[in-house]
């Protein structure tokens, strides 16, 4: 250990939830397995189920699969974590807890930085900031709060709670979680356009004929249901990490990397997104479900909720005047991928015409994951056939940048990172309001349309097959501007 941080507790509500296994408990135990977690800390989950500190320790080891030479370890991280049972909407837990943290901060020698993560749905966090309130659980300056994505149901649901967290808490306390700012790939994207002068002069609407951002997995909602039922991947994936994506490739280079620098910029690129006005939701958002979604567990028997959604965006700035995004993200898809494909306008026929053009000229594409990496399609000269009447005939290749050649490989960090940020009190990586306040605006008045749609008896829910790459209606989508998604 080199005892960098100094002694910290950290309550997780939603203890016992998938993104307290998935995510938080596998990079907490990363850390500390690099000894990044200091001398003295305490890991307190907060969840409705009964356990005590060793029945908890016992369910996140199987949780998290922990085995072979991992176990001592483990067994030395888990020491350290602690169980608070109690109900988001009843004080009486919080009560509790705020003697925990008493005897924690007396065991400890002082007042620890505490930080209070909200890992639970939505539909939580005004109860529990309410009793995070009447408990006084933020008890000083040094206790901070994170709170995941989708930061509430809609726009008015996320000012409500920006208004409430701003009763309880100073912003510089406030951690508004999007782990895709945090990851590696994500921040690459402003290091490739900024630090590499020969990107910037053609990253424009000039050049570019459209964008396409890609958020496929693989898997379906899993275990879930009670989660994602209601949610949807417009709150769940799009009004976050989708638009996150889209803004690294639109936002104006910063000032500088400092914090209120980066989130100037970002928060100017969500604004400049065009608004969709309801009535033309139908034109320019697709949704989907997959089918055996309705039998998933923990899901309505007649859900309306989409697992898959399309868009197609502008970006109101001088840059990227009517240069169409056309952004996509579900679950049950072809594939698990992430990436991002910026296509150029064809301009080889203007020489080549009459031998034939690759269909799409250049595309640069950056992959977030997996196969980290970016590369660049370009067009080339085919060689003949040897032996064949030699005819110019043009193809194109592949230039490649990947992770794993270059740096031996890539492990998403992004929550160790997130972990770290905050402790050293850095918020460049976290939402600001006025960027939430854009995202929700365009959000919320898609989906103003959607439940306009509902309401239409003619309105049919698309469906597509598990393993495709969502409803066909998506490739309509595009395909009536001229393109493909590629
Ligand atoms: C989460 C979403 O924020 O991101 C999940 O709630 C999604 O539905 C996940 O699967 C994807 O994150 P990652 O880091 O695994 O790509």
Same mark, same amino acid.
């Given at each position: 250990?080199?005892? %960098? ?19 938080? *408990? ?5 850390? *500390? ?10 890991? &307190?989950?907060? $969840? ?17 699969? !922990? ?6 370890? +483990? ?46 749905? /939505? ?18 300056? #040094? ?32 951690? #508004? &979680?999007?782990?895709?700012l $945090?990851?590696?790939?994500?921040q690459n994207v402003l290091a490739?356009r900024f630090a590499?002068?020969?990107?910037? @002069? ?19 909602? %899993? ?23 889209? $803004?690294t490739?639109?936002m104006?280079q910063p000032k500088s990397f400092a914090r209120e620098d980066v989130r100037n910029v970002r928060?100017?690129?969500? =604004? ?5 006005? /309801? ?15 309705? =039998?998933?567990?923990? !899901? $309505? ?21 009517? &240069? @169409? ?6 679950? %049950? ?19 080549? =015409? ?12 950056? #992959? ?9 399609? !370009?067009?080339?000269? #085919? ?17 490649? *940048?990947?992770? =794993? ?16 940020d905050?402790?050293?009190?850095d918020q460049t990586l ?9 995202? +929700? ?20 829910? /698309? ?24």
């Amino acid at each position: 250990m080199n005892g %960098g941080m100094s002694p910290f507790v950290i309550v997780i509500f939603g203890g016992t939830g998938d993104l307290a296994q998935h995510k938080l *408990f596998p990079a907490l135990f990363s850390l *500390f397995d690099k000894g990044l977690l200091g001398e003295k800390f305490y890991i &307190v989950g907060f $969840a409705r189920r009964s356990f005590t500190d060793e029945e908890y320790r016992k369910f996140l080891r199987e949780e998290l699969c !922990v085995k072979g030479s991992e176990v001592k370890r +483990w067994g030395n991280f888990a020491e350290n974590i602690y169980y608070q049972q109690g109900y988001f909407d009843e004080f009486s837990g919080y009560a509790q807890l705020n003697k925990k943290l008493d005897t924690f901060d007396a065991e400890a020698g002082g007042d620890m930085t505490h930080l209070l993560y909200l890992a639970t749905p /939505p539909d939580k966090y005004l109860s529990i900031l309410h009793n995070l309130k009447e408990s006084k659980l933020a008890r000083s300056i #040094r206790t901070r709060l994170a709170i995941e994505k989708p930061f509430g149901r809609d726009l008015e649901n996320a000012r409500e709670l920006d208004k409430r967290l701003s009763e309880i808490f100073k912003e510089r306390q406030i951690y #508004r &979680v999007d782990h895709y700012l $945090a990851k590696e790939t994500v921040q690459n994207v402003l290091a490739f356009r900024f630090a590499n002068g020969i990107f910037e @002069p053609v990253w424009n609407k000039n050049y570019l004929d459209h964008v396409q951002i890609t958020f496929a997995e693989k898997a379906g909602i %899993g275990s879930r249901g009670s989660f994602f039922d209601g949610i949807g991947i417009m709150r769940d994936v799009a009004q976050n990490h989708l638009l996150q994506l889209l $803004a690294t490739i639109t936002m104006e280079q910063p000032k500088s990397f400092a914090r209120e620098d980066v989130r100037n910029v970002r928060a100017a690129a969500i =604004k400049a997104i065009r608004s969709i006005r /309801p009535e033309d939701v139908t034109s320019q958002v697709i949704r989907g479900q997959y089918e055996g979604y309705k =039998k998933e567990s923990e !899901v $309505a028997e007649n859900s309306m909720t989409e697992t898959f959604v399309a868009m197609k965006l502008f970006v109101d700035t001088k840059r990227f005047e009517n &240069v @169409p995004f056309y952004i996509r993200a579900g679950k %049950g898809m072809a594939k698990n991928v992430v990436k991002i494909k910026l296509v150029f306008k064809q301009t080889c026929s203007v020489l080549f =015409k009459e031998y034939g053009c690759p269909e799409i000229g250049n595309v640069l594409t950056i #992959r977030i994951q997996p196969n980290e990496g970016i590369g660049m399609r !370009v067009v080339v000269k #085919r060689p003949p056939i040897s032996g064949a009447k030699s005819q110019l005939a043009l193809g194109t290749v592949d230039m490649k *940048f990947l992770y =794993k050649e270059e740096f031996g490989g890539h492990k998403d960090v992004s929550y160790e990172k997130l972990l770290l940020d905050i402790f050293s009190g850095d918020q460049t990586l976290f939402n600001r309001s006025d960027e939430l306040e854009s995202s +929700w605006s365009l959000i919320s008045q898609i989906m103003e349309g959607w439940k306009n749609q509902n309401d239409s008896e003619k309105f049919v829910l /698309p469906t597509y097959k598990i393993g495709s790459w969502g409803s066909q209606e998506a490739n309509v989508l595009i395909e009536k501007d001229g393109r493909k998604w590629i």
